[in-house]
């Protein structure tokens, strides 16, 4: 099977602190993979990389069947190309309204001209409604983002991912802030996604973690520790001294 | 959903509707089409108004939606008045060097012509050669195509520069500040090209309209001016309404996540400051044959820093705020600098407001920002009552907007 993102001997240097050492990872197109690791294991400079907000010293970081280097593409150009990111504080534009926010992540043409002169068919409108139902707020439509509480703006958020139509979704702590019920919705539609598309979560929480169910790649001091299912990884001593040792178990 | 855009958007019929009236009325009122109560200069300050007016639409666009605060846009507003001020004056000029020749015996030649023009304009800084730059000033087309080219090429270059490096910020406004200032020190040399510190002047005189009084003319100006402001209007109004609209005001308060949307922050923000920057030199364009004098001193900085006050006290993000802060200000700056308004004797002190009417605009500009951020424009929210309720107290449901504790008791 081709790999949809292949990520190869990267390493990035922060003020002479080596953030990420020689990391490798792929991804698969329609495959769900949980990543944990320790505070300051590099599992958000991964994701900047990934996302173009970061330029790695060297490596390379390969996208598509067409193995296209994201190196020398802006942060713009790799989301227009299908890497969708939702951060792990829920940032949406608090002043406008949902439907505006979803309007604007709709997947249509980005350049200046073409937006000015864009006028929402009633397809458009459709899918945004659409949209709004699967996350829950097919009533909140009119309503300005920033009335919204904290977990429906996260999932307001993840509409506007999903409008975006990645074919990657890097995905910082979703389960952050959430209720139980929420997390179980989250889980149940993190799963669904991956059916399609790749599907790359981030997460501290074990639990969470394993109630998604996939392979799972632990970072440590910005590189891979151990890979695999979440019970071959957590018998893995190595693991267990950097990470389960010290924290949760 | 399928609502028309004006009805999306009754401000902008009420705003066309009270212009159209405002004009009428000072036609009205004019010494060459009415009952002559308004004097003609006074008229043409009217007019001037109404392009400061245009030019604090655009100031509105760039920094009340896309949250770019340039100090630098009066420089384009300036150079739209050069442009437009080069035809002006040569075509004036060529009329009088060929009336002043036609006594000679032998018929002036072309060379001859132009040799004269070059002497009466620039005389004035010791040289007798038309300059380069004044290549297009014979030509009212090709001038007025400068108009919008130049003060554009420049916004390109500027902003390509600027955002392609990510300036944001305070940084930003800083060098849009020195482009101005650059500008101006530039203009000032004798040998720009453009009469140095002495600028152009006599502007207000129109080529072929000898013959018509400036009472007509300026009541001309005044239409033409409300027209390209119910024009800009209606352009910005149509800009910032639809999509485009929503993604500039997302990159004024998110940038980082515009770009992990997909959309290039940079054009945007480039596209935005190229379209201002040019109806800022329209509004010049029309602004400058009515003052009838340009010179250097108009692109100073403090004259952008102007711009953005007026934008400020009338209320940023909402376009008829900018239109009523630029109106209001600058009429009632040129009221208190005028001398017409009576000093206040305290006795041991006389306050003449010629000298503290600044005072008072920064005083007032400072209570804007803090006591009132929605400036003159938010009082149309309280006349509407559009003011969220001002709540206490613990939720009483679960949802959002439910009553609270206090307000159920009352």
Known sequence: ?249 | MTRTYLSRNPSVLWFLLILSLFTLGVTVLSEAYGVAFLSTSFIKTLGKTLCLCLAALAMDLIWGYAGILSLGHMAFFALGGYMIGMWLMYARTEGIVITALSNEALPATAQEIQNGIAAQIFGVVGASELPPVWGFAHSLPLQLMLVVLVPGVLALVFGWLAFRSRVTGVYLSILTQAMTLALALYLFQNDSGLRGNNGLSGLQNIPGLDGVSQDLISVWFLWASAFALGLGYLLVAWVVSGKFGSVIRAIRDDEARVRFLGYSVEGYKLFVFTLTAIIAAIAGALYYPQAGIINPAELAPIASIYLAVWVAIGGRGRLYGAVIGAAFVSLLSSWFTGGRAPSINLGFYTINWVDWWLILLGLSFVGVTLFAPKGIGGLFDLWQGLRSPDRKGATLGPDDGSLMEKEAKE
């Open chain 1, 1 to 249: 099977m081709t790999q949809l993102l292949e990520v190869s001997g990267v390493s990035v240097t922060f003020d002479g602190f080596r953030a990420i050492n020689n990391l490798s990872f792929s991804i698969g197109p329609a495959e769900l993979r949980a990543i944990i690791g320790p505070n300051g294991a590099g599992k958000t400079t991964f994701m900047d990389i990934v996302t173009g907000k970061t330029r790695p010293d060297e490596g390379r970081v390969l996208w598509g069947a067409k193995l296209q280097s994201l190196l020398s593409m802006s942060e713009a150009q790799i989301a227009r190309a299908g890497v969708g990111r939702k951060f792990q504080r829920p940032t949406v534009f608090e002043d406008q309204t949902v439907a505006d926010n979803l309007m604007m992540a709709l997947k249509a043409a980005r350049g200046p001209l073409a937006v000015l002169f864009w006028s929402p068919k009633s397809a458009d409108h459709a899918r945004v409604a659409e949209l709004a139902e699967e996350v829950g707020l097919g009533d909140s439509l009119s309503r300005k983002s920033g009335e919204l509480s904290h977990g429906q703006k996260q999932w307001l958020e993840i509409g506007m991912l999903l409008a975006q139509e990645p074919q990657l979704l890097l995905v910082d702590e979703p389960a952050a802030g959430m209720t139980l019920a929420e997390r179980e919705h989250t889980t149940r539609l993190l799963v669904d996604l991956a059916k399609t598309r790749a599907v790359v979560v981030v997460e501290h929480d074990m639990e969470f973690v394993r109630r998604l169910n996939c392979k799972v790649t632990v970072l440590h001091e910005g590189a891979v520790l151990a890979e695999g299912t979440l019970d071959h990884v957590t018998r893995n001593p190595q693991v267990i001294d950097v990470y389960l040792g010290r924290s949760e178990r």
